[in-house]
């Protein structure tokens, strides 16, 4: 295989880590939801550790998309 | 390169250019020209300055701008509060400073000025600034740290109740996981607003290449294209609101660790 088309499938397959990353964002919030409407008074104060989850999820997707960004142009 | 395939080039709005004939100013054999991301920062600087100075009016009714001013003050105030304690007060001007430059600099790159003929940067998108900004973060932790436990700061990276056989491979990871912070801090601001910039640049891309392909093209893909766009749009701007307080959020956590240990 061309090493330029092995390079632009390899950044294709990163962006399935976006798509799982999107899972993950996803589950945070629409878990926090879940709860929070259980216990609705008890959802203001989680709002801090709902964003931290968020972050630490959202990283790694955006990792997905740094990994793609530089097998396009920078290798 | 992909980038060659479209006329519109996604990378070129972060292209950094020297201004007002700087290009050969060098101080100690490196380059300080003024740059298009310098500028911005001043513009960030200088809009921040003037949206602080004009809400310290003290009235006891405050008025809608102090009323503005007022809001973040007290928003980064409670979150110190929440997350540091009592001990968090002195670093309530750092986190302000930090949130509301990092929040007037996403906001500032997103201004529709490309109407004018003008250029905005969004100079969050570089690593190098947003590095800069995090490595701030992660210094003030380091020097808080070291300056109030001293030597005791390391048992950070032993959780309390740790057996002690385990010691020896719990703390490597605790130190990668402490040390890989500022790299993760930077990473996460610069990256959210690259790509919401190329997908912006890449979906403005299909409308004026559509378009021109023809005007059943272009209300085959341009319009759509352009719906998104807009959606997109104000997806943006709530990016930028929420990089900024999770660059806020994580900087209190990382103090709280340098003032409480565990």
Same mark, same amino acid.
């Given at each position: 295989m061309d090493a330029e088309a092995a390079k632009l499938i390899g950044a294709g397959l990163a962006a399935i880590g976006a798509g799982m990353a999107a899972l993950g964002v996803g589950n945070v919030f629409g878990s926090f939801l879940e709860s929070a409407l259980r216990n609705p008074s008890a959802a203001d104060g989680q709002q801090g550790r709902l964003f931290i989850g968020f972050a630490a999820a959202e990283l790694l997707g955006l990792l997905a998309f740094v990994v793609s960004m530089i097998l396009i142009f920078v290798a | 390169m992909a980038a060659e395939s479209g006329k519109i080039d996604p990378m070129h709005q972060f292209a950094i250019e020297p201004l007002f &004939?700087?290009?050969? %100013? #060098?101080?100690g054999g490196y380059n300080i020209a003024f740059t298009n991301s310098a500028l911005w920062m001043v513009i960030t600087a200088v809009v921040l300055w003037i949206f602080v100075a004009g809400g310290m009016?003290?009235? %006891?009714?405050?008025g809608r701008w102090q009323m503005a001013v007022e809001f973040f003050t007290g928003f980064i105030n409670k979150l110190m509060m929440e997350?540091? &304690? #009592? #001990?968090?007060k002195k670093y309530v001007p750092y986190v302000f400073s930090i949130f509301m430059f990092i929040l007037m600099a996403n906001l500032l790159g997103l201004l529709p000025i490309g109407l004018f003929g003008l250029h905005p940067f969004t /100079?969050? !998108?570089?690593f190098t600034v947003t590095g800069v900004l995090a490595i701030m973060s992660f210094s003030i932790v380091l020097i808080v740290g070291f300056w109030k436990?001293? %030597?005791? /700061? /390391? !048992? %950070? /990276?032993v959780p309390h109740g740790t057996p002690l056989p385990m010691i020896p491979v719990i703390f490597p990871i605790e130190l990668v996981s402490f040390l890989v912070r500022p790299f993760s801090l930077g990473l996460r601001l610069f990256v959210a607003m690259t790509a919401g910039h190329v997908l912006l640049k890449v979906l403005a891309g299909f409308v004026i290449n559509s378009t021109n392909a023809g005007l059943g093209y272009g209300a085959l893909v341009g319009i759509p294209s352009f719906t998104l766009m807009i959606g997109i749009s104000a997806l943006e701007m709530l990016v930028a609101c929420i990089q900024a307080y999770v660059f806020a959020l994580l900087t209190s956590l990382y103090i709280n660790d340098a003032e409480h240990l565990h």
């Open positions: - | &004939g700087t290009d050969h %100013l #060098a101080l009016k003290r009235q %006891l009714v405050p997350n540091v &304690g #009592a #001990a968090g /100079f969050t !998108s570089h436990h001293g %030597l005791h /700061f /390391f !048992s %950070l /990276f």
